[in-house]
């Protein structure tokens, strides 16, 4: 098959198999979901690595962590094709009453907001 052909039928088929932009499980890609850190478990040090699944490529995602406050993360996610996608280093700061964490990923596109994953209760050992 010609080079050119291969590439537009496999920009028909993503387009097929594409339901929405955001949100909506396709038949290619997951929900948009934080994998690491899980809720109510603890991790092994202050400075973590995000992960998650469902991401778009081409889109940015926002990590914000809550201890006393909301602290946005300065960490530039990597998506791979298959849409998971690794953030890090995410920072699990504070001490007591605020050593417990609750991690939020957001994903934009084209600038606008999508789907929110969070994870609650994540203490450091």
């Known amino acids: 098959m010609h080079l050119q052909s291969m590439r537009a039928l496999k920009r028909l088929v993503v387009g097929l198999l594409s339901l ?3 949100g909506g499980t396709t038949l290619a890609q997951d ?4 994998t690491y850190p899980v809720s109510n478990k603890p991790v092994d040090r202050e400075r973590v690595t ?3 699944k469902g991401a ?3 889109s940015r995602i926002q990590i914000k962590v809550l201890t006393d406050k909301w602290y946005v993360q300065t960490c530039t996610p990597t998506i ?3 849409g998971d996608w690794s953030c890090g280093i995410v920072y699990l700061s504070g001490m007591a009453p605020f050593d417990v964490h ?3 990923a957001q994903i934009f596109k084209d600038g606008k907001p999508g789907p929110v994953s969070t994870v609650k209760g994540v203490t450091r050992k």
């Open 20 to 22: 929405s932009l955001f």
């Open 31 to 34: 929900k948009f979901a934080i």
């Open 50 to 52: 995000v992960e998650g």
């Open 56 to 58: 778009l490529p081409g």
């Open 80 to 82: 791979q094709p298959n």
């Open 102 to 104: 609750t991690i939020e």
